[in-house]
């Protein structure tokens, strides 16, 4: 197990070097000086901004101190905003996107979970062709379209729920339905198929025999093994969105990181674009490993360090 | 099988041969084939015909391949003339999908950003595939070292968050058409890399491969000619899914303004477009777009399910 875990986080540390360096390089290959736009500037205002962010240096020597920087987790000044750092912007978006997102993967497991199962138990049923068909319509329509539908029809037709900004609860329930009912649906499909496969096997029939109530058959035997193909998946799923609040924090003006993300694109703010893009790809990369780690342990069957021996 | 007189004779010295008589066995009834036989293509099809929900799917995309390139021909408007006169108009007559803020025909850039859309999508599932298999193949047919070597590249490529990347091409090299191709085919290939590499893995050791290496075939006719048609099956559903995942990351792109720029109709901008304007009640300009998005994120959808269903050899019967 602890040669897996040290492979492992080697591998975490190339991905996440191999990121920084790409992105470095990438952002300063643009041409263009983020200081063009404003002609105010003279020459020597213009030299001393240059130096205040290295970009009179050499190249090399800058990719050298953005490293050393990143290991003191210090990601630098944002030029646009010239009063805050990237570190500053992080720590104001993340709690709300981290909020955003927690909140959405816990109601698309919750109830991809719940869909899932029942359409399985339901199978070839009404239930099952209704849950089936949410869950395609689901994974079919992208995350900003069911955001605007829903803004459109429970916020400005039917005005049941304000939109824009994260103050009140209120506020999070049209952003968190938008997010979650792609992975919702991804959920529920992945559940119902295993679920349906394992319903068959021999073991469920021996419960059945036992005189098991359904209850205690369906959720102590089948959805404990039923639930590890989701398991895989939900690295991806995080990740889908993550990426997915930055559309959905636009939409509905909400605070979060996203929203500096996608400004700072806008802006040719490049260290805050390369700061939020390693500290994305980290969080990322943790979440891959966190599931690999919880499959091992849901799955008593998966030897983690043997697969690798191999 | 007949049973010939002479292994008759053969059998015992004590038993009389007449009480032997061969039976005269119907050949035709034997050698009758039940059913047509049916090349693994054929069949395939036949299953995916009664699969109701792909039929749809593929129907639906036959007909927007034909939206996509008659639908600007059709329509007498232009797809970029502005009317300043005639902004905002509902659906009608002679606009169909209505007109935007420019007076610009709505059913015209609906029909333009199809275009884009299946371009976008087939470009990078062929892209994706031309990679995928080259690399997935060579990794999976040589094995050992090499294969060890390639994997590591594409696990670390693997764990790059897609959409991450593609937008950072686009910050880099600056929005348009090609350059979304690009950013996708960067790491999409990596997904194909992998189901091509697991299959050839498997089939090589099967005796006809053997076969053909005792025959002296060469490393790349073997894997051309033996191993790629007997991965085929989960190539196609891999490239079904990879043309919906690219249509999506196009009309997310040019959502957020990194995509396709104006004045190009592309499904993404026309979204962003009649998002804007949505507490207006111009709901026909956020409508047609995101619905055409949605129904052909279904039908690429369904039809790859269905092509799983239908490719899988495990499933015949």
């Known amino acids: 197990m602890n040669t897996y875990f040290i492979k492992r986080f080697v591998a975490m540390i190339i991905t996440l070097w191999l ?6 390089f990438l952002m300063h290959w643009v041409p263009g000086s983020p200081f063009n736009e404003e002609r105010t500037t003279n020459a020597a205002i213009q030299k001393n901004l240059e130096s205040y962010y290295q970009l009179d240096k050499p190249l090399l020597v800058q990719y050298g101190n953005y490293l050393k920087a990143l290991v003191q987790f210090d990601l ?51 239930i099952d062709y209704l849950a089936m068909s949410i869950a395609v319509l689901g994974i079919s329509v992208p995350n900003f379209v069911m955001a605007t539908l829903l803004i459109q029809q429970l916020a400005v037709n039917i005005p049941i729920f304000p939109v824009a900004t994260w103050s009140s609860p209120m506020h999070m329930v049209l952003p968190i339905l938008a997010l979650a009912t792609g992975p919702m649906a991804i959920i529920a499909r992945l559940t119902r198929t295993s679920m349906l496969e394992v319903l068959t096997q021999d073991y469920i029939r021996t419960a059945k025999a036992k005189g098991l109530s359904p209850v205690k058959i369906v959720f102590k035997h089948a959805l404990r093994n039923a639930l590890l193909p989701v398991v895989t998946v939900l690295g991806s799923l995080a990740a889908s969105i993550l990426t997915g609040t930055f559309v959905i924090e636009k939409i509905f003006a909400i605070p979060g990181m996203g929203k500096y993300f996608v400004d700072s694109i806008n802006n040719r703010d490049y260290p805050v674009i390369m700061g939020t893009t390693v500290f994305y790809s980290a969080i990322l990369i943790l979440m891959l490993f966190l599931v690999d780690l919880a499959y091992g342990i849901l799955d008593p069957r998966i030897k983690l360090h043997k697969k690798e021996a191999k | 099988m007949e049973l010939r007189k002479q292994d008759v004779r053969n059998i015992s010295p004590d038993v009389p041969n007449d ?12 050698e009758a084939v039940v ?19 792909a039929m749809a799917g593929l129907i639906f995309l ?22 300043l006169t005639e902004q905002n108009l509902p659906p009608s007559g002679k606009y169909w999908f209505g007109t935007d803020d420019l007076g610009r025909d709505v059913f015209t850039r609906t029909a333009y950003g199809a275009r884009i859309s299946l371009f976008v999508g087939l470009m990078a599932a062929m892209i994706d595939f031309i990679i995928g298999v080259v690399y997935g193949g060579i990794a999976g047919y040589k094995g050992g070292r090499t294969d060890n070597l390639m994997m590591r590249f594409v696990e670390i490529l693997y764990g790059l968050p897609y959409l991450l990347v593609v937008i950072l091409v ?9 350059t979304i191709i690009l950013a996708l085919s960067i790491t999409g290939w990596v997904g194909m890399a992998r189901i091509v590499r697991g299959q050839v893995l498997q089939i090589k050791n099967y005796e006809f491969v053997l076969a053909s290496k005792t025959f002296g075939t060469s490393a790349a006719r073997i894997i051309r000619k033996n191993l790629l048609p007997n991965t085929m099956g989960p190539i196609i559903v891999q490239m079904t899914l990879t043309i919906p995942s690219a249509i999506f990351a196009e009309a997310f792109l040019s959502f957020i303004g990194l995509g396709i720029q104006a004045p190009h109709a592309s499904w993404g901008v026309m979204a962003n477009d009649g998002l804007s304007t949505i507490l207006s009640g111009y709901w026909w300009r956020l409508f047609f777009p995101t619905l055409f998005i949605s129904l052909t994120m279904f039908a690429f959808n369904v039809l790859g399910d269905g092509l799983q269903d239908a490719l899988d050899p495990k499933l015949r019967r």
Request: glycine fraction near 10%; aromatic fraction near 10%; hydrophobic fraction near 45%.
């Open chain 2, 35 to 53: 059913r047509p036989s049916l090349s693994y293509w054929k069949d395939s099809w036949h299953r995916l015909l009664k699969n109701k929900l």
């Open chain 1, 76 to 126: 630098g000044p944002s030029i646009k905003k010239s009063s805050q750092t990237v570190n500053d912007m992080l720590g104001r978006g993340f709690p709300v996107s981290f909020e955003l997102g927690l909140y959405t993967l816990l109601l698309a497991i919750v109830s991809g979970i719940t869909l899932g199962v029942f359409a399985a138990l339901r199978h070839n049923g009404l």
């Open chain 1, 19 to 24: 990121i920084v360096t790409g992105t470095f």
């Open chain 2, 62 to 83: 036959i007909f927007l391949a034909i939206f996509a390139i008659f639908g600007p021909l059709l329509s007498p408007h232009s797809v970029e003339t502005q009317r």
């Open chain 2, 19 to 30: 009480w032997f008589v061969p039976k005269q066995q119907n050949q035709q009834a034997g």
């Open chain 2, 170 to 178: 686009m910050v880099v090299i600056g929005p348009g058409l090609t």
